[in-house]
């Protein structure tokens, strides 16, 4: 079975900070997908981020980026120059190709502070 | 462009009443679709899922049903509410399986009183 684990319930960060989030799984799948999603008070959930697994070279996108280190079966995000609209609980997912499922985390609360 | 909507935003029920939330996807044909529910501090649990009219795969056993009348609307139900299905209910839809993500609708807050 597949497992997200996200360690840290709550974090904190200073607007323009840079702010990482933790997030390791556990699976047996040589191959599968991963994602970051983002949860604003609206409580739509936004795609952050998506790596593939095969892939060493770590996924972007703007602000936003990814530590993927596949030996460690950790996917952390990294959050730079922090702004208040990032203000969100944010989920870590796991997919296995051709799957019908994401596994989620229990997800991090991230608070921008001005 | 694709479009997912859900509704209702908000419902409270009482303990023993039916439900049915729906959700409706525009701008896109035979999408796979997904019923997920978010309990209070906790990540997301799929539910159901769709690949086509009246194809329905329920992962978790329980109190709730699912339908599919039409290839771009999806269902959920239940005959007779519990308090354990408070909760925050997420419809999503994806090309067939993709490794690409869903998109998600904005949500149903349910409580059960």
């Known amino acids: 079975a597949q497992t997200v684990t996200q360690s840290q319930p709550e974090m904190s960060v200073q607007e323009a900070e840079t702010v990482t989030l933790s997030c390791t799984y556990d699976?047996?799948?040589?191959?599968?997908?991963l994602f970051w999603y983002k949860q604003p008070p609206s409580r739509q959930m936004i795609l952050v981020i998506r790596?593939?697994?095969?892939?060493?070279q770590n996924a972007t996108e703007n602000r936003f980026s990814v530590n993927f280190q596949k030996a460690a079966k950790s996917f952390s995000l990294k959050i730079s120059d922090s702004q208040l609209g990032d203000t969100a609980m944010y989920f870590c997912?796991?997919?296995?190709?051709?799957?019908?499922?994401?596994?989620f985390g229990t997800g991090t609360s991230l608070t921008v502070i001005p | 462009s694709q479009t997912i909507h859900q509704w209702p935003a908000t419902l409270v029920q009482p303990v023993g009443s039916p439900l049915s939330l729906e959700c409706t996807v525009e701008?896109?044909?035979?999408?796979?679709l997904y019923w997920y529910r978010q309990a209070a501090g906790r990540g997301l649990q799929l539910l159901f899922y769709?690949?086509?009219?009246?194809?329905i795969s329920s992962e978790v056993p329980q109190n709730l049903s699912a339908s599919r009348p039409q290839d771009r609307q999806f269902i959920l139900s239940s005959k007779k509410l519990l308090l354990s299905d408070s909760g925050f209910y997420l419809c999503?839809?994806?090309?067939?399986?993709?490794?690409?993500?869903?998109?998600f609708g904005s949500g149903t807050r349910l409580t059960v009183v």
């Open positions: 999503a839809w994806s090309y067939g399986v993709s490794n690409y993500g869903y998109t």
């Open positions: 699976t047996s799948e040589s191959n599968y997908y």
């Open positions: 790596q593939e697994a095969y892939k060493q």
């Open positions: 997912a796991f997919m296995k190709p051709a799957g019908n499922q994401f596994y």
């Open positions: 701008g896109t044909s035979n999408p796979n």
């Open positions: 769709s690949v086509g009219i009246g194809q």
